[in-house]
């Protein structure tokens, strides 16, 4: 006896120096970030404080033990507590998970609550003490079967409890009720685990907690903790909003019970002091049998209470029996009514299901209808359109003819009246040379003749008023390379040279350079000049604006593109704000997408529709989202591209309006390339007043 006092007083001061040595509480436990929990009466220590990562992320585990102070028999707390949002602490209390919880309460808790609430006790049956709970945990995978171990104890591992088992170590070693408190809101989340003295009722009765649980007639010592826990999630749920507590919390009192020994056992440890204190021989062995007539009446009273809870858990098994065959009978019931209900449903689905089909379809021909008609319409509207545009340009045609036929008459009365004075001029001639003899004749002095006047040569009024910028690129250094474009710029600006242009030609240059040619070539432009401006190479469509494009183009996307090509639109205002009398704009650059085949979706086929300023003429090599072709076929070994080539061709025929030449080119290429199946039609932009001509006779 000796021995186990002594034991006992080295626990005491080893339990007193942890605990002395640790951070004291009083009232609330100052968990940070504005969250205060509420702690029974007494004054508390800090025994652990570790992260807690199974529980959430950010989350920790501190364990408290009590120092002084009434706290109605409450000797230990551990807390686990979270300030994150996480969906992982947000979810079915678990107080649900766990049947064989007693005294539990639910607080009117359902899935859909933004806070859920609730209390109940461990292990009624058998109390452990907080280092044994671990070992079950960790060892017995039928303790953690039973009470399915969610959250606070985890199937997967005991990692979850390491966090905590080093306050656990310094709690009592004694049987205790483990009590638990869960609230959880979508911001915070705590749960608590509460370790209480279990009480005993008034010496003489024998009946145990765990049984006091399971009688109907609501003892207070079950009465007195369900309020003290009820009282307690209030509190904490006051905490987790925000809130200040309702009031502080009052101790535990479980009614009318104690947390005393019984008599015998106290009895027992009387004797068993006074047997180990030195006495009479006789009267310690008279004092032995007694203490062992005690000890036996412990071991009477503990299978006394095994055999009343055995029996109890017997009488609740039944019952549970009865319930749940009730149970499956109120089930089978439910379940031929709902099959009854889920025929009558499926049918009415089936109804609505054929009239939603047949309205779909209904609605399907009405529009398949009303399709076939806007389709005869569009028909019509472009018949309409082709059979205008055919008049258009037939009455065009015949007005230019008309101008010709004019002009041909006016040129037949002018060369006749030159004939007439060329003849007057010979008669004239012939008098004066008759009147120069005769006079000679009379005077018999000799025949001077008469001084001869030096005509001085006259510049031609077009010398130096046609002038010419040429541009061809074919080596792209980020989108596809041309064949021809280089080809034809050179063949087009010796074309140009021999029928008397002033050319400015420049072949694969950069953005820079090809802005500079253009703004020194505008600069040299006056006010009646004729200028041409060709260029072959690649060109695309942004927006409604076309866009020439240098050799050094990256264009990884539309705005790059526009930031880096040059405008046409800027080209030809450039020389209309020089005052030109007449600009031909030839555009060989309706090729395929060069962004397209690099991968990129910028722009589309072809150039868009463009407009022309008064004394300006645009012609392009193809329509809108057509490609102009280099060659017919593999067998065309020509240089040249065919729109470019079928240009040149007719721009050598005399006397004929470039309105007229442009004409013919599109009625040629058109031709030619329907002879390999390809649509190729150039699109001309014509706001030019009066007539001009590549070459005049």
Sequence with gaps: MKMTKLLKAVYIALAAFFIGNASAFTGTYDAGGGLAIPLPPGEWRLLSDKPSPDYSTGARAVVLGHFAGNSGGVVGISIRYSRSSSSQIFSYPICYRNDDLGVANFYGTIASSLVNKCSGVWSLGTALSP????????????????????????????????????????????????????VRSPRRAVDLMIFIRPPRLAEGKSISFAQQVAMSD???????????????????????????????????????????????????????????????????????????????????????????????????????????????????????????????????VAAEQRAARDKAERERLAALKLLEEERRSAEELAEAQRAAQDTAEREMAEQQLLEQERRVAEQKAQAARLLATEAELAQVREQLAKAKQQAAAVSNGPVTSAPQTQLSSVTSPNANRRKALVFGNDKYLSVSP??????????????????????????????????????????????????????????????????????DIHGDDSRQVRDDAIELQRILTDMSDSRAKFTLAVVDACRDNPFVSAGRAIGGRGLAPTTAATGQMVIFSAGAGQQALDRLDANDKSPNGLFTRIFMEEMSEPNVPIDRVVKKVRQKVFQAAQTVGHDQVPAIYDQVVGDFFFVKK
């Design 482 to 551: 041309l064949q021809n474009a280089v080809a034809d710029g050179e063949a087009m600006a010796a074309k140009l040279q021999a029928l008397g242009y002033a050319v400015t030609s420049s072949y694969n240059v950069s953005r820079k350079e090809m802005l500079s040619a253009v703004r020194n070539f505008s600069g040299r432009v006056q006010g009646g000049d004729e200028v041409i401006f060709f260029y072959a190479g690649h060109g695309v469509e942004l927006e409604g604006r076309n866009y020439l494009l240098p050799i």
């Design 131 to 182: 280092v044994d709970l671990l070992v079950s945990i960790k060892t017995d995978r039928a303790f953690a079967q039973r009470y399915r171990l969610h959250t606070h104890l985890t199937m997967q591992a005991y990692g979850y409890w390491k966090d905590v088992e080093e306050g656990f170590r310094k709690l009592p070693d004694e049987p205790l009720l483990a009590a638990e408190v869960t």
């Design 218 to 348: 609501s003892p207070p010592a079950v009465v007195g903790l369900s309020k003290w826990l009820a009282s307690y999630v209030e509190s904490l749920e006051r905490a987790i909003s925000d809130q200040t507590p309702a009031s502080e919390l009052i101790a535990l009192d479980f009614g009318g019970t104690s947390t005393q020994v019984s008599s015998a056992q106290r009895r027992y440890e009387e004797l068993m002091e006074e047997i180990n204190t030195p006495q009479d021989i006789v009267l310690g062995y008279r004092q032995r049998e007694q203490a062992a007539s005690a000890k036996a009446l412990i071991a009477q009273e503990r299978q006394a209470r095994l055999d009343a809870e055995k029996g109890e858990q017997e009488s609740a098994k039944q019952l549970l029996e009865q319930q749940a065959e009730l149970v499956m009978l109120r089930e089978k019931l439910a379940a031929q009514n709902s099959l009854e209900k889920e025929r009558v449903v499926t049918a009415e």
